[in-house]
């Protein structure tokens, strides 16, 4: 930086000069950097401090928290650390509400489920089972929702008649259709 | 010095990277030297050389240690690789370059930086008394992916 401000000074002059530049900026830059945010090192802004001690920008440490929700640690000594345990900072400037209810709160991360690596194993009790289910007992299906057909008692939500005829009538064809298909499986 | 960084109007991330930088070059950590014409080129990759610390049995040696930033830097680590014809003969570096260091994947910090992890590398060599590769060596620098964080580690050894 101190070669910036000097640029037409000799090699040796400006070796000196940055010596002088470097240590007033230091002294200066001590201050501040007292001040600066562990994460972005920039000059803390709506400041936390952890109980350990060390200060953030709420958006940094709120962004690392969401990095490792799982682990979440003081990035600078890894003590535990959250969002209820982070203080805010009001200096005599600045804003006095609380920065941590100032941050949109952002929409969750998404996370699915690790894909299963015994896929086969998945496949052989769910799809094998429906299907081998569905071939065995269609027929008998038929049968039972059939008979179970005629009764007004039990069907007593079939109130309206013109519903009750379509109902007998479609109880009819699928004992037809079921006769038909036991009668060809017998056939067969 | 800053004049040709601050032309880039920039990311929180490449904020960090230049103040870093700044710092980086004005007082690097002993034993590391940087090119400080070559550093404004790319933001995102950064080639710095190490030398072998003094009364250690790397003394004398020079190796080139590159670093590669993604969008997330700080929250995601930093990919760090030895390059170059130089690779350090030690028990966590693969002869690839890879280097076996958990700040580097698992526990890496926001509050870490180059700097940090250049004094953690710099101590990994200090602190190793006897150049060897590591036991699976051959077989990790066949079958590895080219980007070392995608290597799932196994830090067993805390002792070099």
Same mark, same amino acid.
């Given at each position: 930086m101190a070669v910036d401000e000097e640029p037409d000074t000799t090699a040796k002059n400006s070796a000196g000069g940055e010596n002088t530049e470097n240590k007033r900026n230091e002294s200066r830059g001590e201050e501040?950097?007292? @001040?600066?945010?562990?994460?972005?090192?920039?000059?803390?802004?709506?400041?936390?401090?952890?109980?350990?001690?060390?200060?953030?920008?709420?958006?940094?440490?709120?962004?690392?928290?969401?990095?490792?929700?799982n682990r979440q640690s003081c990035p600078v000594c890894k003590a535990a650390i959250s969002r209820? +345990?982070?203080?805010?900072?009001?200096?005599?400037?600045?804003? +006095?509400?609380? /920065?941590?209810?100032?941050?949109?709160?952002?929409?969750? %991360?998404?996370?699915?489920? /690790?894909?299963?690596?015994?896929?086969?194993?998945?496949?052989? @009790?769910? %799809?094998g089972f429906q299907m081998s289910f569905g071939i065995g007992a269609f027929p008998f299906g038929l049968f039972a929702s059939t008979f179970n057909f005629g009764d007004p008692v039990i069907r007593a939500h079939g109130t309206n008649p013109a519903n009750l005829e379509d109902e007998r009538f479609l109880s009819q064809l699928f004992l037809w259709v079921a006769i038909l298909f036991i009668f060809w499986l017998l056939v067969a | 010095?800053?004049?040709? *960084?601050? #032309?880039?109007?920039?990311?929180?991330?490449?904020? #960090?990277?230049?103040?870093?930088?700044?710092?980086?070059?004005?007082?690097? /950590?002993?034993?590391?030297?940087?090119? %400080?014409?070559?550093?404004?080129?790319?933001?995102?990759?950064?080639?710095?050389?190490?030398?072998?610390?003094?009364?250690?049995?790397?003394?004398?040696?020079?190796?080139?240690?590159? @670093? #590669?930033?993604?969008?997330?830097?700080?929250?995601?680590?930093?990919?760090?690789? @030895?390059?170059?014809?130089?690779?350090?003969? *030690?028990? *966590?570096?693969?002869?690839? %370059?890879?280097?076996?260091?958990?700040i580097l994947t698992d526990d890496w910090s926001p509050a870490l930086s180059i700097f940090s992890v250049c004094v953690s590398i710099i101590s990994m060599l200090s602190s190793c008394k006897e150049k060897k590769r590591p036991p699976d060596d051959s077989m990790y620098v066949k079958t590895c992916s080219k980007n070392p964080k995608k290597t799932k580690w196994w830090y067993h050894d805390e002792e070099v």
């Open positions: 501040e950097r007292a @001040f600066e945010c562990n994460i972005c090192l920039d000059t803390a802004k709506d400041a936390v401090i952890s109980m350990c001690g060390h200060l953030f920008c709420w958006p940094c440490l709120h962004q690392w928290l969401e990095t490792r929700p209820d +345990k982070v203080i805010p900072l009001y200096g005599r400037g600045g804003s +006095k509400e609380d /920065p941590r209810e100032k941050l949109p709160p952002r929409p969750q %991360g998404q996370r699915t489920e /690790p894909e299963n690596t015994g896929a086969f194993s998945n496949f052989g @009790f769910d %799809g | 010095m800053s004049s040709h *960084h601050s #032309r880039f109007t920039c990311s929180p991330a490449q904020k #960090r990277l230049q103040k870093e930088l700044v710092s980086l070059i004005k007082e690097p /950590p002993p034993g590391v030297i940087i090119d %400080g014409e070559s550093v404004g080129q790319s933001l995102d990759l950064l080639v710095l050389s190490i030398n072998g610390a003094q009364g250690t049995i790397y003394e004398g040696e020079q190796f080139q240690l590159q @670093f #590669r930033f993604g969008p997330k830097y700080p929250f995601d680590s930093p990919e760090v690789v @030895f390059v170059g014809s130089e690779i350090p003969v *030690h028990p *966590h570096v693969y002869s690839n %370059g890879h280097i076996c260091l958990s």
